[in-house]
Structure formats: C-alpha cells, structure tokens
C-alpha cells in the first residue's frame, strides 16, 4: 500500500496555471491507477482527473478539459495535475488518490491524500 502527499498548490489569479504533485512512499506505485479529485466549500467530492498505471490512458472530467493534464512519473513515484486557465470556480482542496481502476468513482480509490487547497481569485 502506498501513501500519497499532495503539494503545490497555493492562491493564482484567474486566468494562471498551477501545477499540482502527488508524491507516493511504499511499494507497487506503478501498480496502481491514479486519479485527482477535488471538494469546494459547501460541495461534494468530484471528480478530476484520471491516469491509469501506465499513462497510456487519461480522462478528465468536463469542466477541466482542455485546461488540465495529469501525468505520472513511475521513477520518481510522483503523479502531476497542470492546471492552466484557472478559473474562480476551480477553487477547492485537490486530492489525489490510488486504485485499483482507472475510474472517475471515487469509492474506487483505497488510498487517499491529504489534500492542497487550490484557490483562484477573479
């Protein structure tokens, strides 16, 4: 089982990038498929980003299409999110989490991080 640190974010202005990493410690990193999610105030957990163990496939949810990209580097154990045209509405804390699926639902990720808050200004 892996444990998973968030880090990178921070207070941008609409319209700025940020880059978000998740750092893993313990074995099978590469084993596992990995995904972003991300809770704002008053809101539900939702759905981000999704990179399966390979990096062969990527799927984002709607509204950060085209603005966010999330990768992994297996030989650092370190999953990113690039986050460009910030947007007032990204604002929340960002999680990153392990699974077992390449899967927007998150019940399917065990292994959770412990969030970076993310705020966008107008």
């Known amino acids: 089982q892996v444990q998973l640190v968030e880090s990178g974010g921070g207070l941008v202005q609409a319209g700025g990038s940020l880059r978000l990493s998740c750092a893993a410690s313990g074995r099978s990193f590469s084993s596992y498929a990995m995904g972003w999610f991300r809770q704002a105030p008053g809101k539900e957990r939702e759905f981000v980003a999704t990179c399966s163990w390979s990096a062969d496939y990527t799927y984002y949810a709607d509204s950060v299409k085209g603005r966010f990209t999330i990768s992994r580097e297996n030989a650092d154990n370190t999953v990113y999110l690039q986050m460009n045209s910030l947007k007032p509405s990204d604002t929340a804390i960002y999680y990153c989490?392990?699974?077992?699926?390449?899967?927007?639902?998150?019940?399917?990720?065990?292994?959770w991080g412990q969030g970076t808050q993310v705020t966008v200004s107008s």
């Open positions: 989490a392990a699974g077992r699926l390449t899967t927007t639902q998150a019940r399917a990720y065990d292994i």
